[in-house]
């Protein structure tokens, strides 16, 4: 299993270290207690690393999983949250066998940022009653839990608790960047329960009473009955285990060089993970980005690490429950509290506000609705918006740009083709101000009145088609219009449509329109709304520009406005369709780039 053994079980051991005060701290803040966040850091931890697709992935308890169970436990107790755990598990595994795991790569940046900044305030807010050393009031908002339990220590300071609280988390803080390599976490808890142990400090809660060893796997909380009612949070479980666990795995890759999670079979290690721990009385569990990170940090190479950290908590369960229950409550909410300050990366943060306004709007957006909403609900508000300011900025790409009818800039389409028949080159094509030869030159010259050709860039779709060709239906003055459309990156059936109403309105007019450079990619899309068979008759589709500018002069010559020798008629005016009179227009300006 592992090249380094020695490396993965220091690994293991390691964050085996660093993962107790928080298997214990987040099992007390979900409402089940501390025995269920080690039941869940000992059997998930172990499934996971055993199933899951990353070499490297330390699994568990987290904080933003306990943000989304406190309100599961408040309506449907500790059962409700063991059931939904399992069905969470299926779920996942549902998705890995869908193979869900690549489309999580999608998820911008700033949305990921923002979810992680709501997650640690709301960690942060809800180790408030602990760290005041309160009772947890009432309430399913955590801000107004936590400004309950401010008022409440207002009317009764608790100073023991408070200092407890502030001396860990400032011990974590301040030894983490003097030494990074010593587990302040274990460090701080220890001294804070030795502290209180020698001298009698009533005002620190200990954690109480814990089972000497893992209870046996049980179905006894299962209500089938309640099952329909959690289908929505178990969605919302499964959601983010799959969110978080394939971020963190991305993470752990992104510090190695080498690995490369399977995201599929992440998703089918947490789904196993998932089912099994309830069965245990643990909660639900996800990756851990901190422990993973700590894992890769100390030298992880192989499974073996995560399993050793698995194997480790599962010997502190059996053998040091006792010494583990002493442990004060305001001892553990000083490490989530760090735990949430070392959450928030400043610099990314500043970085994703400097970055563009769309990215902060979506960052700002998805850490208030995570703060004030839920975990979920906040991923997919900002997903969607940061999807709709996606759309706008593609769609202010389309444009449609009057060019020299033929400029040979743009290559032609391997794949293209010509429907009415070959035009032959034209001669001097390239000197369309006069510079050519006497034979070709003036030829386009004397066309150019009365052909004017548009580029259109960008993609042609539903967020911007009918703006980016308004400018083209209302031209006028002109015989023919070529449309240069091979920089036209997509096209869908509104961009289709777009264009067809275009065409119409223009024939309508008396103004034959041609296109050049249709992608055969696009054509389906053409063809379907009977766009592409407005362009194909009387041949006024063609592969290249010069083709187009081919057939226009010499619709212009059989119509008697370009004589043979190139010049334009005289009177300035010619015969349209229908046999109107149509003034020539200024010669086409050139805006090819």
């Known amino acids: ?15 085996a270290i660093v993962a107790l005060p928080l298997a214990l701290g987040f099992g007390v803040a979900s409402g089940l207690g501390a025995e269920a966040g080690l039941a869940t850091a000992v059997v998930a931890g172990a499934l996971a690393a055993v199933f899951g697709g990353s070499n490297l992935q330390v699994s568990g308890p987290t904080g933003a ?9 408040a309506e449907y107790g500790p059962g409700g949250v063991l059931t939904v755990g399992l069905m969470a598990g299926g779920l996942l595994i549902v998705l890995a066998l869908l193979r869900a795991g690549r489309s999580m790569r999608y998820v911008p940046a700033p949305v990921v940022e923002g979810f992680t900044f709501g997650i640690a305030c709301v960690i942060a807010l809800q180790q408030i009653p602990n760290a005041l050393g309160v009772a947890a009031p009432e309430g399913d908002k955590v801000l107004v839990v936590a400004w309950r339990a401010v008022e409440e220590f207002a009317g009764g300071p608790n100073w023991t608790a408070l200092a407890i609280t502030v001396g860990v988390a400032g011990l974590m803080l301040v030894g983490a960047r003097l030494r990074p390599g010593v587990p302040f976490s274990v460090v701080a808890v220890v001294a804070a329960t030795l502290a209180v142990q020698l001298f009698h400090l009533d005002g620190a809660t200990p954690i109480g009473a814990l089972p000497a060893g893992l209870p046996a796997p049980s179905l006894g909380f299962l209500d089938v009955s309640a099952v329909g009612s959690l289908v929505a949070p178990a969605v919302a479980v499964a959601a983010l285990a799959a969110l978080e666990s394939l971020l963190s795995a991305t993470v752990a890759d992104g510090m190695t060089t080498g690995q490369k999670h399977d995201p599929d079979r992440e998703l089918f290690g947490q789904g196993i993970a998932n089912l099994a721990a309830p069965l245990f009385g643990g909660v639900p569990a996800t990756a851990a980005i901190a422990r993973t990170a700590v894992n890769v940090r100390t030298g992880a190479g192989s499974r073996l690490a995560a399993l050793t950290h698995a194997a480790v908590l599962a010997v502190i369960v059996f053998a040091a429950a006792p010494l583990v229950s002493r442990i004060p409550l305001a001892a553990l909410a000083g490490v989530l509290l760090a735990t949430a300050v070392r959450m928030v990366e400043v610099g990314a943060l500043r970085a994703m506000a400097r970055a563009t306004r769309s990215d902060a709007v979506v960052l700002v957006l998805t850490a208030v609705a995570t703060l004030v909403l839920d975990l979920v609900l906040a991923v997919v508000i900002g997903l969607a918006v940061a999807g709709l300011l996606a759309l706008r900025a593609v769609a202010a790409e389309a444009r449609v740009d009057r060019v020299h009818p033929y400029d040979d800039g743009v290559p032609e389409l391997p794949g293209a083709q010509t429907y009415g028949g070959e035009v032959p080159e034209l001669p001097g094509s390239e000197s369309y101000e006069g510079g ?22 960008g993609p042609l779709f539903f967020a ?12 006028s003055g002109v015989r023919v219009v070529i449309l240069r459309m091979c920089r036209v990156t997509t096209v869908d059936a509104t961009g289709a449509l777009a264009l067809k109403d275009t065409v119409h309105r223009l024939n309508g007019r008396g103004i034959v329109v041609l296109a050049s450079g249709i992608r055969p990619d696009q054509r389906r899309a053409l063809e379907s709304v009977g766009a592409l068979e407005l362009l194909r008759r009387e041949g006024r589709e063609y592969a290249t520009a010069s083709e187009a500018f081919g057939a226009a002069r010499e619709r212009l010559a059989v119509a008697g406005v370009a004589r043979g020798d190139g010049a334009v008629a005289a009177t300035g005016v010619g015969p349209a369709r229908g046999g109107r009179d149509v003034p020539v227009a200024a010669p086409a300006e050139e805006a090819a780039r």
Do not use: F, N, W
């Open 436 to 457: 050519g030869d006497a034979d070709g030159g003036g030829e386009l010259a004397g066309s150019a009145g009365q052909v004017v050709a548009y580029r259109v860039e």
């Open 1 to 15: 299993m592992a090249r380094a053994p020695r490396r993965d079980l220091l690994a293991g051991l390691t964050v």
């Open 65 to 73: 999983m306990t943000v989304v169970l406190v309100p599961i436990v």
């Open 464 to 475: 911007g088609a009918h703006r980016s060709l308004l400018e083209l239906g209302e031209i």
